[in-house]
């Protein structure tokens, strides 16, 4: 679709009254303090690029490239102003007009490829468990990485042996009464890095009633791909998946991930497949979407077993900002987290700041999202916390690296893996 003609960026730009409260609610502006970090300053940035003021250039995308997408700007906007779609679109624009041999080979070839990410990220296990890892970091190797890379590669310190699809049946029979046939959308984040994530999620919702099919022909859901300049294959990925999904009779389509609900919301699907012949079925299929925590509570308003014994531990939560801004779920991971055994939740002082991780933007802007952390670490450990909880992969990534940079004694959780043993069976004896 032509830039131009790209609905927010049609309609939205003149929308702005440059009142600034964007400013006052942006974690990027906060550290950089320049009108051009600031979301209106990335509204007249595409304004300019789309009355030509501007040349798609990639000096542009590295201004528009700070901003994290986190959302947070469009969720405070009074204007109603969907600030991160005209930054995505404006970079899809500069990307065509600079297309690049590694975001070809990253972003098409890599990662539309589930079987090839995951044997990449196999090798990268390899490396870790060999020390070949260690040693490259210690033999100064690593510095020649492009970019952010250099110092980023230390946040992927702890990769798995195994997905999460490796340890998970394509089809779970409902334990008990059947309530529900439920899609698994299994991103990339949970099955290549929290792999426990998904045998935890398959083993409560079986447990609760659900017979849960994980389709072999998922792919990514195409957060990554926006996020840079991707859009193409994003659209792609997304009626891929949509065409899989909508195959199976599905009550409830089921993702454990903020990233992936999100991108897989009738808003994102708008955003992308809007207009276009799949677009229909684009929004049925958006319409049976929904956040795990959000179905645990409010379709199974499931009952947690009991158990007088359970060890008492302070829990805090952390709000993605891909439920928190973009869907408005809040209180359902804290309604979920309240009804675990022995779980006592205490607030932080800004949970809903973003933690500076946003898919690919601490691996590309490394300096910048580890001073969007170190702020949100601050927060977070002035709860005395245990444990530090949250819905997202990208988020657990983040705050692992958080907990592990200011050597905080607190483990990092999605709440499903607090809640699963109070069923009575180990995750790891789920699939096979």
Same mark, same amino acid.
């Not at 304004?47 to 000096?59: A, C, I, S, W, Y």
């Given at each position: 679709?032509?830039? =131009?003609?790209?609905?927010? +960026?049609?309609?939205?730009?003149?929308? %702005?009254?440059? $009142?600034?409260? #964007?400013?006052?609610? /942006? *974690?990027?502006?906060?550290?950089?303090?320049?009108?051009?970090?600031?979301?209106?300053?990335?509204?007249?940035?595409?304004?300019?690029?789309?009355?030509?003021?501007? =040349?798609?250039?990639?000096? +542009?995308?590295?201004?528009?490239?700070? %901003?994290?997408? $986190?959302?947070? #700007?469009?969720?405070? /906007? *009074?204007?109603?102003?969907?600030?991160?779609?005209?930054?995505?679109?404006?970079?899809?624009?500069?990307?065509?007009?600079?297309?690049?041999?590694?975001?070809?080979?990253?972003?098409?070839?890599?990662?539309?490829?589930?079987?090839?990410?995951?044997?990449?990220?196999?090798?990268?296990?390899?490396?870790?468990?060999?020390?070949?890892?260690?040693?490259?970091?210690?033999?100064?190797?690593?510095?020649?990485?492009?970019?952010?890379?250099?110092?980023?590669?230390?946040?992927?310190?702890?990769?798995?042996?195994?997905?999460?699809?490796?340890?998970?049946?394509?089809?779970?029979?409902?334990?008990?009464?059947?309530?529900?046939?439920?899609?698994?959308?299994?991103?990339?984040?949970?099955?290549?890095?929290?792999?426990?994530?998904?045998?935890?999620?398959?083993?409560?919702?079986?447990?609760?009633?659900?017979?849960?099919?994980?389709?072999?022909?998922?792919?990514?859901?195409?957060?990554?791909?926006?996020?840079?300049?991707?859009?193409?294959?994003?659209?792609?990925?997304?009626?891929?998946?949509?065409?899989?999904?909508?195959?199976?009779?599905?009550?409830?389509?089921?993702?454990?991930?903020?990233?992936?609900?999100?991108?897989?919301?009738?808003?994102?699907?708008?955003?992308?497949?809007?207009?276009?012949?799949?677009?229909?079925?684009?929004?049925?299929?958006?319409?049976?979407?929904?956040?795990?925590?959000?179905?645990?509570?409010?379709?199974?308003?499931?009952?947690?077993?009991?158990?007088?014994?359970?060890?008492?531990?302070?829990?805090?939560?952390?709000?993605?900002?891909?439920?928190?801004?973009?869907?408005?779920?809040?209180?359902?991971?804290?309604?979920?987290?309240?009804?675990?055994?022995?779980?006592?939740?205490?607030?932080?002082?800004?949970?809903?700041?973003?933690?500076?991780?946003?898919?690919?933007?601490?691996?590309?802007?490394?300096?910048?999202?580890?001073?969007?952390?170190?702020?949100?670490?601050?927060?977070?450990?002035?709860?005395?916390?245990?444990?530090?909880?949250?819905?997202?992969?990208?988020?657990?990534?983040?705050?692992?690296?958080?907990?592990?940079?200011?050597?905080?004694?607190?483990?990092?959780?999605?709440?499903?893996?607090?809640?699963?043993?109070?069923?009575?069976?180990?995750?790891?004896?789920?699939?096979?």
């Amino acid at each position: 679709m032509e830039f =131009k003609k790209i609905p927010p +960026v049609r309609d939205q730009i003149m929308k %702005c009254v440059r $009142c600034g409260k #964007c400013r006052s609610v /942006c *974690p990027v502006f906060e550290e950089i303090r320049n009108e051009t970090a600031a979301p209106r300053g990335q509204v007249f940035m595409v304004q300019m690029l789309r009355d030509g003021k501007v =040349k798609p250039e990639n000096k +542009v995308n590295e201004r528009l490239t700070n %901003c994290l997408l $986190c959302e947070t #700007c469009s969720a405070n /906007c *009074p204007s109603g102003i969907d600030v991160h779609e005209l930054n995505a679109a404006a970079r899809a624009y500069i990307y065509e007009q600079n297309p690049s041999t590694t975001k070809e080979l990253v972003f098409d070839t890599l990662w539309t490829r589930p079987g090839l990410l995951r044997t990449s990220t196999r090798l990268m296990w390899g490396a870790q468990k060999t020390g070949l890892q260690k040693l490259a970091r210690n033999l100064g190797l690593t510095k020649l990485l492009p970019g952010d890379l250099s110092r980023a590669e230390k946040i992927l310190t702890s990769v798995p042996g195994r997905s999460g699809r490796s340890l998970i049946k394509e089809v779970n029979p409902a334990q008990g009464q059947k309530k529900f046939r439920v899609g698994y959308f299994l991103g990339c984040g949970t099955d290549l890095l929290h792999p426990n994530v998904a045998r935890a999620t398959v083993a409560v919702l079986t447990r609760n009633g659900c017979e849960v099919i994980v389709p072999q022909e998922t792919r990514c859901c195409g957060q990554p791909h926006i996020a840079n300049g991707k859009l193409d294959t994003a659209r792609k990925l997304a009626a891929h998946n949509v065409k899989i999904f909508n195959s199976y009779d599905f009550d409830y389509i089921v993702t454990d991930c903020a990233s992936c609900s999100a991108a897989l919301s009738h808003k994102n699907m708008q955003f992308l497949l809007g207009g276009l012949k799949i677009e229909d079925q684009a929004m049925a299929f958006s319409d049976r979407v929904m956040d795990l925590t959000k179905f645990l509570v409010e379709v199974l308003d499931i009952k947690v077993p009991e158990d007088p014994a359970a060890d008492k531990v302070k829990v805090t939560y952390h709000d993605p900002c891909h439920l928190a801004n973009a869907q408005g779920i809040k209180k359902q991971p804290r309604e979920l987290l309240n009804r675990i055994p022995g779980v006592e939740l205490v607030e932080m002082s800004e949970a809903n700041r973003c933690c500076g991780g946003s898919g690919t933007y601490s691996l590309t802007h490394y300096d910048l999202s580890m001073k969007i952390l170190d702020r949100k670490m601050d927060s977070a450990m002035e709860t005395g916390a245990q444990i530090l909880a949250t819905c997202c992969p990208s988020c657990m990534m983040q705050l692992q690296h958080g907990v592990n940079r200011h050597k905080w004694n607190c483990q990092v959780k999605h709440p499903i893996e607090l809640l699963e043993p109070f069923y009575g069976k180990n995750p790891a004896e789920i699939g096979g």
